[in-house]
Nanobody, 121 residues
Framework: QVQLVESGGDLVQPGGSLRLSCTAV????????MSWHRQAPGKERELVAI???????NYGASAKGRSTVSRDNTKDTMYLQMNSLEPEDTAVYYC???????????????WGKGTRVTVSS
């Protein structure tokens, strides 16, 4: 079994920063593309940032210029540094990853349970 464990969500004031982490745990051979998504109350889940195993990255419109995604393949971990946070960034942030568990097997897609970010004064 593979689990994606997110952490770093918190209550932060407008203009503040947060760093989210997502670690894949379990029997893992290789973690491929990883991504952050968020879902605000009453809204659909949306892409925040995506990063390949080679660290090529791309961002959703809400994150461009304010967020940086990175990863450490030695730790099977992805990070999201978010700056200049606004109340509109309040959401549950979810991690997603394609993971293969054994050599020679195809990858499967996994979701984490989410970490809550609240931006409020």
């Amino acid at each position: 079994q593979v689990q994606l464990v997110e952490s770093g969500g918190d209550l932060v004031q407008p203009g503040g920063s947060l760093r989210l982490s997502c670690t894949a745990v379990g029997v893992i051979y290789k973690v491929y593309t990883m991504s952050w998504h968020r879902q605000a109350p009453g809204k659909e889940r949306e892409l925040v940032a995506i990063i390949t195993r080679n660290s090529d990255s791309n961002y959703g419109a809400s994150a461009k210029g304010r967020s940086t995604v990175s990863r450490d393949n030695t730790k099977d971990t992805m990070y999201l540094q978010m700056n200049s946070l606004e109340p509109e960034d309040t959401a549950v942030y979810y991690c997603n990853a394609d993971v293969s568990r054994y050599v020679g097997t195809s990858s499967r897609n996994y979701w984490g349970k989410g970490t809550r970010v609240t931006v409020s004064s």
